[in-house]
């Protein structure tokens, strides 16, 4: 009878534990999880901010990683047949605006080094050529400008005064400004918050910790010089 009852309360744990486990997946599943969102590659970052230090006050890092996320998924090897590398420029506009950004004495498309950097001063001239097209007054009407001058070339925003009536162009400044750009917004944000705690965790296991006071002697019967009467004592 004994051995009949503890099985039931065997069996009746194992079903409630069956139970708590199904509850527990359901819940995972259900519970709404934060979304996947595109990060800069711990490789290029130093570069990009960096480039986003040294330009004008509209780019940001955010900006500049969508950007160029666009233009070639991070592959510094990319190649359009008319535009090449990580920030895809076009021989000719690399002949004016490439410069070496790593210090090895050449600038070369193919080195993210290089073309991050040229890619930035490269966006800053085009935000000043904008200036005299209609709609450029805030910082997204510049910025849209930009981005399609980037895309486009300057000469076609100039000529339309405004974003050219080309397809290519029209949907690739609504990717980086509509899509990309907010991930990146709050995948930087992340970022930064989790650098905010790594760096207070640093700080709290590197600070000295206080010396501790020695404890005052609790015997009644010690000695004004600080000696202690078992020292003295006699047997």
Known sequence: MLTRAAGMAAAFVAGLALVVAAVLVVRHL??????????????????????????CSPLSVPLLAAQIDAESGWRPDADSGHAQGISQ????TWKEWGKDG???GKADVWEPRDAIPSQARYMCHLYDVV?????????????RL????YNAGPNAVLRARGIPKILET????DKILTDLLPKYEESEERYQRSEAKHRRTDRA??????PSSPSPSTDPSATASGVSPSATRQP
């Open 30 to 55: 259900t519970e709404p999880s934060e979304p996947e969102l595109p990060v800069i590659p711990d490789t290029r970052r130093p570069v990009l901010e960096a480039a986003v230090r040294g330009a």
């Open 102 to 104: 790593n210090g090895d």
């Open 89 to 92: 420029f076009s021989p000719v």
């Open 170 to 173: 029209q949907e690739y400044v």
């Open 146 to 149: 930009a981005l399609a001058a």
């Open 131 to 143: 200036k005299a097209v209609p709609g450029s007054g805030t910082r997204l009407g510049s910025t």
């Open 205 to 210: 296991s590197a600070a000295p910790s206080a």
